[in-house]
């Protein structure tokens, strides 16, 4: 097993004998305070897939950007052909025989697959577009890689899948040889999923480059060459494809810092306050993002909910605050069914919201901080009659920015001058001001430097330990492990399973990225009875 | 966490005072003045090319709407509609809801206004006042109650409603007025002349500024109050800044929705009754000249500060009164005003863009992602949550 402290990086073609078609010699890249790249080095050799892996954050996405020519690396460079060269942007890149794919991809829903494909490249006979050889390149290419498409179709009515096919010929028939390709399963059914990987591997038979963006790690196994990971920015191993396992790969990926001692609480749970009972929602798109999902949250309790994006945990958080409708299952708090409830009356039964989104959801940045801390529905106890009382605002803002710590210069200030940590301190401050039955915290220190986020976690530690229930939405592991008295995992809008709070990254990690990942309850603490729906999320 | 405990004061406030520098710093003379000066300066433009001296028209222009007692008064009697249509569109975009329906509130509340006023001349005249006004506030307010709905239950654009139901207000009224309450001997379709006890009497007769200024004035300073003061119209800045924090905050905003229709209806609904009161003394057809549409060009210029609105309800209210004379005295084209108007209109509704602009280069240039805009999303989500 790798020792996973990042002593397994080799250089650059490590091997030194096959060409590098593409890669990345010391690339740094910050965003401000983020590190987003740290002196990344890795390099595909021609005709292979190479898989690019690591957690959400950890720089495959700005990686991608730097090497397509989106955005620039403040240090080091980008390699062609073994070369460093400075690219001048997409235009250049494309000159150079290097495609992306995006998850969100470039098809013209209006027009034909066809003229999707040649878009811009219309093979021309004088002054006209020559349809014909057209329709004939498009079939020939078609061919060429097995796959069958009807290329009259409009392509707003064309699968997901063939969209994606078209996108990728596309590259092709603009003479790319290097196809970068963003997480390209995540918007895939497992059938079609594979079928996409039987046509990457038909493409790098016919001598052409893949670099794969993935979380998938059992595909990762399957179809790459060669694996690079990130972490924290850094690239921490390049393996060989057929050397390594997803159990390794998983490890690689969450790294298994220092063992921070959990702090679980002092005494047991108590009752039960919230209760979800197979909830099922959609996402705006009307993707099914929920599939009958049932938990239960204690008094004096923090359950951490870990999930790679995308499987559920943003919903998750909306529905219970109110902000999502359900499309089945109820919602209990200390008993009283509150599923269609609206925010309001949630907030008002003690149920607080911190929101992830917190330059929209969670400030009104424009408006003065005073503003913001005492906007709640308890507003009306603040005066009498409808009217606002000078001195009780006050008063509640400062008890506010005082028990948050908030460092600010006028109160009349609008949120907007605060730093990022600052500005989360005034939204912890006025969610615990009332000392709430349960807290709904989404990614609570985003963004938060160091001590903010030390002080926020004693926040949420010591309204646990008056008797809150908090339900903790995190992609920070550490916090996880660090906060947390049990660790729920989401997958496909499903509990995957359960663990205690001081398991190992590589734990949470493994249950969070397996495909296979059952309903397994590994520890004690509430069971599950009832997630043992059939349907998958996505039916 | 100990060290942590004190409130230091002006730490990192002024180096990140970064965003809408423009909004909050310009003051509300520069966001005025500015639109007013360039469309001055398109004006001397038009007047050069048509072989007349800018200077000496624009003087002139000043001296019929500033220049007496009496011009002042003329002036004065001209804004005094634009105040209460102004604030009515202010007061609705306090909360972020767009409404052009206070056209149709002003038509509709002048004409309930004539249809009492002629039958209140027994009453005490600050009775028959009252009862007129009151009958003009509930029918500006009925005619916004639609869209209120629409809006608040269903998240119809309130736009495109409260501009359609302009337009079936005027027929309704035409209709009305030719079905039921024609005046006698009338060919045009107008109501009888209010009751004297009714009319909203000159100040400094015979002058046409009468007490509708006051009261215009009076609900000018109401709502500077209320929307600082009040719960609710702490809760309309809230929504119409923020319109997805507000309702993750649980805020009321489908109240503040419907009260913010609503409510513009119903001072558009008072203003139409004080110029039935105190100006034309009836309804007939015509009877808007477009206040309700200048209205949200001031409301516009003047975002929804309460001094804004009175003086830019100053400002159009002496173009319209001096444009009518000057007329009378030099042969200039009879658009000129209506050039000055649209400028001042066009550039008030372009500062919108300029923020955004700002932004869109700010993102251009950084490669910090910023997430994208908010308001279709969060239009999405007032509508279906409380």
Not at chain 1, 471 to 490: A, G, K, P, T
Not at chain 2, 116 to 141: D, F, N, R
Not at chain 2, 188 to 198: E, K, M
Not at chain 2, 282 to 306: D, K, M, Q, V, W
Request: net charge neutral.
């Amino acid at each position: 097993m790798t020792n996973a402290t990042g002593s397994t990086h080799s250089g650059p073609a490590a091997d030194g004998v096959e060409a590098c078609r593409i890669g990345a010699s010391g690339v740094s890249r910050s965003f401000g305070p983020v590190r987003a790249n740290a002196d990344v080095s890795f390099a595909v050799r021609k005709g292979s897939v190479h898989a690019l892996i690591g957690e959400n954050g950890a720089g495959k996405s700005t990686l991608m950007r730097i090497l397509y020519g989106l955005d620039f690396p403040d240090a080091g460079s980008v390699l062609i052909d073994g070369k460093a060269v400075v690219l001048a942007g997409p235009r250049d890149t494309i000159k150079r025989g290097i495609g992306l794919v995006q998850q969100e991809l470039a098809i013209i829903d209006e027009l034909t697959l066809l003229e999707n494909l040649v878009l811009g490249e219309e093979p021309r006979r004088g002054v006209s577009i020559d349809w014909k050889r057209a329709r004939a390149d498009a079939k020939k290419l078609a061919e060429s890689v097995g796959s069958r498409i009807d290329w009259s179709t409009p392509a707003g009515q064309a699968p997901i899948a063939i969209q994606q096919q078209v996108e990728i010929l596309r590259l092709i028939y603009r003479g790319a040889d290097v196809l970068i390709l963003d997480e390209p399963t995540a918007v895939l059914a497992p059938a079609q999923a594979s079928q996409l990987l039987r046509l990457l591997s038909t493409l790098r038979d016919a001598g052409r480059t893949i670099v794969f963006i993935s979380h998938k790690l059992d595909e990762v196994i399957e179809i790459a060459d060669d694996i690079t990971v990130l972490r924290a920015g850094r690239t921490v191993a390049s393996l060989r494809g057929g050397e390594t396992s997803v159990q390794d790969l998983a490890e690689l990926i969450m790294g298994d810092g220092a063992v921070i001692p959990a702090r679980p609480t002092t005494r047991p749970p108590g009752q039960e306050i919230l209760t979800v009972d197979r909830v099922s929602a959609v996402d705006d798109r009307g993707t099914q993002r929920l599939a009958r999902i049932s938990l239960t949250l204690h008094e004096g309790e923090i359950v951490g909910v870990a999930a790679v994006a995308g499987n559920g945990q943003e919903e998750l958080a909306e529905v219970l605050i109110g902000l999502r409708k359900t499309n089945g299952g109820s919602t209990r708090l200390d008993g009283a069914d509150i599923t269609g409830h609206s925010v309001r009356r949630r907030r008002r039964a003690g149920i607080a919201y911190v929101s992830a989104d917190r330059k929209h959801e969670g400030l009104a940045l424009a408006l003065p901080l005073t503003d913001n801390a005492i906007a709640t529905p308890r507003l009306g106890s603040l005066g009498a009659h409808g009217w606002l009382s000078r001195r009780a605002v006050q008063e509640r803002a400062r008890a506010i920015f005082e028990r948050a710590s908030v460092r600010l210069g006028s109160p009349s200030d609008p949120a907007s001058s605060l730093s990022g940590g600052n500005q989360q301190r005034v939204v912890i401050g006025r969610e615990m001001i009332d000392n709430p039955r349960v807290v709904i915290a989404s990614q609570p220190t985003r963004g938060v430097d160091i001590r903010g986020i030390g002080f926020i976690h004693e926040l949420l530690r010591q309204a646990r330990d008056e008797g809150a229930g908090i339900l903790l939405f995190s992609e920070e592991l550490d916090e996880l492990r660090n906060l947390s008295d049990r660790i729920i995992v989401l997958q496909r809008g499903q509990i995957a399973g359960e663990l205690p709070g001081g398991s190992s990254r590589s734990a949470i990690g493994d249950l969070m990225l397996s495909q296979t990942a059952a309903l397994q309850t590994i520890t004690g603490g509430a069971p599950f009875s009832d997630n043992d729906s059939s349907k998958g999320p996505r039916s | 966490m100990s060290t942590d405990r004190s409130i230091v004061p002006g730490l990192e406030t002024a180096a990140l005072r970064s965003e809408p520098f423009y909004r909050r710093h310009l003051p509300l003379i520069a966001r005025v003045g500015v639109p007013v000066v360039i469309s001055l300066l398109v004006g001397a433009v038009v007047l050069a090319a048509s072989g007349f001296n800018p200077l000496s028209i624009y003087s002139m222009l000043g001296r019929e709407a500033f220049g007496s007692l009496d011009r002042i008064d003329a002036t004065l009697a001209a804004t005094t509609p634009l105040i209460f249509t102004a604030l009515a569109a202010a007061f609705a975009y306090r909360a972020g809801i767009f409404t052009v329906g206070v056209e149709g509130s002003f038509a509709f509340g002048g004409l309930s206004a004539a249809v009492v006023g002629t039958q209140v001349g027994g009453l005490p005249p600050v009775l028959a006042v009252s009862a007129c006004l009151a009958a003009g506030l509930l029918a500006g307010a009925l005619v916004a109650l639609v869209p209120a709905l629409l809006r608040a239950v269903w998240g119809v654009d309130e736009v495109v409603t409260t501009l359609m139901l302009n337009f079936i207000v005027s027929g309704v009224s035409g209709w009305l007025v030719q079905s039921y309450f024609l005046a006698e001997g009338q060919a045009n379709s107008a109501t009888g002349y209010v009751a004297s006890a009714a009319e909203l009497a000159p100040l400094n007769p015979p002058n046409q500024t009468n007490g509708g200024l006051l009261i215009a004035l009076a609900l000018v300073v109401v709502y500077a109050i209320w929307v600082k003061k009040s719960t609710l119209g702490f809760q309309f800045a809230m929504v119409g800044s923020a319109p997805r924090f507000a309702v993750a905050q649980g805020l009321r905003v489908r109240l503040v929705i419907i009260t913010a229709l609503v409510g513009a209806g119903a001072i558009g609904g008072i203003g139409g009754a004080s110029h039935t009161l105190g100006i034309v003394h009836r309804y007939s057809e015509g009877f808007s000249a477009t206040f309700g549409f200048t209205g949200i060009a001031i409301a516009l210029l003047a975002r929804f500060n309460p001094v804004g609105v009175v003086v830019g309800a100053i400002l159009f209210g002496a173009l319209n009164s001096a444009g009518s004379t000057v007329q009378l005295f030099v042969n200039i084209p009879i658009q000129l005003i209506d050039i000055l108007q649209g400028t001042v209109m066009i550039l008030a509704v372009a500062q919108f863009a300029v923020p955004r602009l700002l932004r869109n280069r700010r993102k251009r240039r950084g490669a910090t992602v910023e997430p994208a805009d908010i308001p279709q999303a969060a239009e999405k989500k007032l509508g279906d949550t409380e």
